[in-house]
């Protein structure tokens, strides 16, 4: 513990008059409690207790693995490793006073940088909580900035948790999530969505690649939706494939949004991670949380600050555009370094041995036995598929052989789909592939 | 106390698309390629426009950036209502721990048993801290914490059958409440009915009883209230937001004023949030991440988001996905799992007897610095306070033109960083000071020498300040004017005039 | 930079005016209206400025812009009752003239109104310097 003794406390007390007692008779009788928990235990107890809890974990490195689902495992530069450690950065607060913050704030224009131009989009703000919240904020926003419309449409292969975090966001404004069917192709169907969409329709809201992996038609999407008056509002739930693919601006999304926690840090149990948030310059002032602009101080000389606080809640409170205040800025910083580390060939070929690994996966989970429903054309890093037994049992299975192969689909979309959705990263090795493809064999 | 010592460092350093080098043969890291996937040619795209940089600039980039910024582990840091204390050392290595960074959040349970127990444990110590026996530690921050108890009780308010466009249909807060109550409450479709604060700066029982009804469906307070004055009506306005069918909300944000001497649950609160990140010493990255896990009564338990832990007969831990009443998810998983390891590590190492010396230190050291200086910095309400205080700079203001903003300002000259200001609004010219309880003696004499020299300087001069910090007064003006929120969008900028 | 710290306010004798500070100029039916010289010092620099449209019809009270500073969002009520026939498009991209020239160039709009007497009802320059002082 850090803190003055009780005697220099009660001495400095003194000299302003007061004494310990008198600082909490203000707390009625009645109310007063004391703490019901354990008392203090040494710095090294509680280290070493929580560092041989934690190793009842079986990791990532104890077992082959191929889960994704919304939170990746990919490798995480030294740099990033580095910053993580740089103590300025990690106990600053909110840069509000801006003189002595340019460092931090720099960083985070920087990473606004960054978002708009994966995303394509215009403009960034400093981040969300995480990319399913962020989603949840797009589609609030296109609620907003549509007039009299009250319904989202989206495919119903969204992942269950993420419909509900989309539910709970537009509850508050009346709207309501309406469902559509999947393709033969693993994707939206476009013919429902042409079908369901009308002057009712507030947003429409896709992710790409999807939760099979698949690669969405988002050039007809926005023609559909944009024709109908709507907004379009797009996830990418790993940032990482947009070292490939075109970001959802390219294709005329108005607000984008995407997972970083692939280019901060491991999945850390889920959490924390960072959502990305882009809109074109119309909606710039209508978007949640934190802006850095460009400005420059009172010699000239190029300076940051915050801007546009007049959208948040401490100025414009129960009209604000939301209630966000603390992020995760510096996940942000943590995504700026990794970036900066590959720089653009790097980043590029980090997506490329994605798809690659993924693709990969696919074929030899093929090969081996199991039904791959959606293989052509090929996505991105992750695929279902149906292992020739059930899949929890399969799951249950291939525990035995120190395999974790992927997320057992009912529980991830609870959408009536069947199978395993399996991820591979850069960081998936071939003997891993080699091993879950030797299991299906086997239990075939 | 002089300004002239703290030098904070000045790199005129460009930023990563300033140094672009333009796109390398090859990437810096050999991830295996065997170019098998090829994407449908619609879909690709030739540049993204990461920045190329050599990495021994990057390093220097970065550092300097570190070097430009201004933490706890800087200097003193009194923000008001941010509880910016010293964020103790021993729990930040196990955020980054490998047995914690390599669990996939849907991993199977049996593969996550270390770190469900660990947030089981957080889920029974938070209950027993805030009073209130469930707990939800989904939430990722303060403000999502609060929109989630504004969703519970909107939901539970449904099963009940008494939402309609009459009837719990509204939300009160006191004026001097955190701007993120309001905004929480109407993102969860309440309206939102502010009730002024009575002289004093608390509650005005009266105004409140006015205020409530069967339109109400929640009164949203945080106790010490934004003036650092411990509110002890509190049972009595718990009585008559309860009387009227209501739900009390305790916003989190002050807990550091009263662990081991009161809680939520036993000043009749229904529900609340805890930022964990303030009152147990995450740092607070600049912005988050933070955490803001919710606990309340046993009538709201089912609403709470899901999944949350559970112990199993067999000893196991579960996680429990709850029935249809709970309003399900508010961000992916099982919320900031790293922060939340955090809090549990501080929890421990100060456990009962180490948390009531927080809250002890943290009030003693808001009253001595508020002594000291309310001859210069007098406040509103009665002279005790909890663990902050708000001040007003209105007579230095009359006076001669130096306000909150600039005695914030001249504040970073002299290597501390500003109070809130201009915040609550309630107070004129208002200076929001909390100390925090790992701020010594030393560090406290140093703030108040510093506030009471400012009072003394040159008007002149201080309205110019600062002078120490990496850039001078920004131009807060000019950005808000024109936004220009990338780079490229400076670019363009400069290109056009 | 130092707005509210012993300055003179400059408040026409001409002008009627609204306890929410709002000028107004009354010719041929048609009333000009801005905000006074005070209240644009209280708000200090307006950085943003949210306009209605041409032909919108407002009832006296109702919020018809949003002036935005740094740190503060105030709105701007109608002081009669009217249709909006000019707008001053000019604040869009120089949100300073409602500093620099409050009762000239920085006007906000236009109203045609539809009921003349109502002007009889505003605060005159007396009436108007006594509620800021009060």
Known sequence: ?444 | ?497 | MLGGFNVGHETPKKLAYTKEHEWVNVEDGKARIGITDFAQDQLTDVVYVELPTEDETLSQGDAFAVLESVKSVSDVYAPVDGTVVQVNHELEDSPELINDDPYGDGWIVVLDMHDASQAEDLLDHEEYVDHTEA
């Open chain 1, 1 to 444: 513990m850090d803190l003055a003794h009780p005697t220099h406390i009660e001495a400095m007390l003194e000299d302003v008059g007061y004494t310990l007692e008198d600082l909490f008779r203000d707390i009625p009788q009645p109310i007063q409690r004391s703490l019901e928990i354990p008392k203090g235990e040494p710095d090294h107890k509680v280290e070493q207790d929580i560092q041989s809890t934690l190793a009842e974990n079986t990791t990532l490195q104890d077992q082959a693995t191929f889960l994704g689902g919304g939170s990746y495992h990919h490798w995480i530069p030294p740099e990033t490793r580095f910053m993580a450690k740089r103590g300025e950065l990690l106990t600053a607060y909110t840069p509000y006073q801006a003189e002595i913050n340019q460092g931090l704030l720099q960083s985070l224009f920087e990473f606004q940088t960054l978002t708009a131009r994966l995303l394509e989009l215009d403009a960034a703000n400093t981040g969300m909580y995480d990319g399913a919240s962020a989603a949840g904020e797009a589609v609030l926003m296109a609620l907003r900035t549509t007039r009299n419309r009250h319904q989202i449409l989206t495919p119903e292969h969204i992942p269950h948790q993420r419909r509900s975090i989309l539910n709970n966001y537009i509850d508050g404004a009346s709207g309501t999530l309406e469902t559509l069917p999947t393709s033969p192709e693993g994707t939206t169907d476009l013919n429902a969505l042409e079908d369901a969409i009308d002057d009712e329709t507030a947003g429409v809201h896709i992710e790409t690649p999807n939760a099979y992996g698949r690669i969405e038609p988002l050039d007809e999407i926005a023609q559909i939706t944009h024709e109908a008056g709507a907004r379009l509002t797009v996830h990418v739930p790993d940032i990482t494939a947009l070292g490939l693919l075109h970001g959802p601006g390219h294709y005329g999304a108005d607000i984008a949004t995407s997972e970083g926690q692939p280019l901060a840090l491991p999945p850390s149990y889920g959490g924390p991670a960072l959502g990305l948030f882009a809109v074109d310059d119309a909606h710039l002032r209508r978007m949640p949380g934190r802006l850095v602009g460009h400005t420059h101080d009172a010699n000239d000389d190029d300076a940051y600050c915050m801007t546009l606080q007049t959208r948040e809640q401490h100025i414009r409170r129960s009209r604000a555009t939301s209630n966000i205040c603390t992020n995760q800025s510096f996940l942000a910083v943590l995504f700026t370094t990794t970036l900066a580390a590959y720089g653009e060939t790097g980043f590029k070929n980090l997506a490329r041995s994605n798809a690659d690994k993924g693709h990969t996966l696919a074929a030899r989970l093929a090969e081996a036995g199991a039904h791959v429903p959606y293989q052509d054309p090929p996505g991105y890093n992750e695929v279902l598929y149906e292992p020739p037994i059930d899949a929890d049992a399969f799951r249950d299975e291939a525990k035995a052989h120190d395999i974790d192969p992927g997320i057992p689909a009912k529980h991830l979309m609870n959408n009536g789909t069947d199978g395993l959705i399996a991820c591979a990263t850069e960081t998936t090795t071939p003997d891993a592939i080699d091993a879950l493809a030797n299991l299906i064999q086997e239990v075939s």
């Open chain 2, 1 to 497: 106390m002089d300004p002239d010592t703290f030098r904070q460092a000045r790199w005129d350093e460009p930023t990563l698309f300033d140094l672009d080098e333009g796109p390398a043969p090859e990437g810096p890291f050999d991830h295996e390629t065997t170019n098998e996937a090829n994407l449908p040619d619609e879909h690709a795209r030739e540049t993204v426009g990461i920045p190329t940089v050599p990495r021994s600039r990057l390093t220097r980039h970065l550092t300097r950036q570190a070097q430009m910024t201004f933490g706890v582990d800087t200097g003193t840091y009194p923000l008001g209502s941010c509880t910016m204390k010293y964020n103790a050392k021993m729990p930040e290595p196990l955020a980054h721990e490998p047995d914690l960074l390599n669990v996939h959040p849907l991993a199977r349970e049996e593969d996550a048993q270390g770190i469900l127990a660990l947030l089981y444990q957080l889920q029974e110590a938070l209950a027993a801290i805030g009073g209130l026996p469930h707990v939800s530690l989904q939430p990722a921050a303060g403000a999502q914490g609060e929109f989630v108890a504004m969703r519970m009780v909107r939901e539970r308010f449904r099963d009940l059958g008494e939402i309609s466009e009459e009837t719990r249909c509204e939300v009160v807060v006191p004026d001097s409440a955190h701007g993120t109550n309001p905004a929480s409450a109407a993102m969860a479709g309440f309206e939102v009915l502010e009730i002024p604060s009575g002289s004093d700066g608390c509650v005005d029982v009266k105004a409140l009883e006015d205020a409530v009804s069967e339109r109400t469906a929640a009164f949203m307070l945080t106790n010490p209230n934004t003036l650092g004055i411990f509110e002890r009506d509190v049972e009595k306005i718990a009585e008559i937001v309860h009387d009227a069918g209501a739900m009390l909300y305790y916003d989190g944000a002050n807990l550091n004023a009263i662990l081991g001497k009161t809680n939520p649950g036993a000043m009749g609160f229904d529900i609340m949030h805890f930022n964990v990140h303030k009152t147990f010493a995450t740092p607070h990255g600049g912005g988050g991440p933070g955490a803001g896990p919710v606990a309340c009564t046993e009538e709201l338990a089912p609403y709470l988001p899901v999944p949350r832990v559970k112990k199993g007969k067999d000893g196991l831990y579960v996680l429990d996905d709850g029935d249809e009443r709970s309003i399900g998810a508010v961000k992916g998983f099982h919320g900031n799992v790293g922060v939340l390891v955090r809090a549990l590590a501080y929890i421990r190492q100060h456990g009962s007897d180490g948390l009531t010396r927080v809250t002890e230190t943290a009030v003693a050291n808001a009253n001595y610095l508020y002594q000291r200086i309310k001859d210069a910095y007098p406040a509103p309400g009665e002279a005790l306070k909890k663990h902050e205080f708000v001040v007003t700079a209105e007579g230095l203001w009359e006076e001669n033109g130096v306000g909150a903003t600039e005695v914030g300002k001249r504040l970073l000259d002299y290597g501390i960083h500003a109070p809130t200001v201009h915040f609550p609004i309630n107070v004129k010219e208002s200076l929001m000071i909390e100390p925090t309880e790992t701020e010594t003696r030393e560090a406290l004499d140093a703030l108040v020498d510093a506030l009471l020299s400012i009072g003394d300087e040159a008007p002149g001069v201080v309205r110019e300040a600062p002078f120490n910090t990496a850039a001078g007064r920004v131009d807060d003006v000019h950005a808000a004017r024109n936004p220009l929120l990338t780079w490229d969008q400076v670019q363009r900028d400069q290109d056009g005039s």
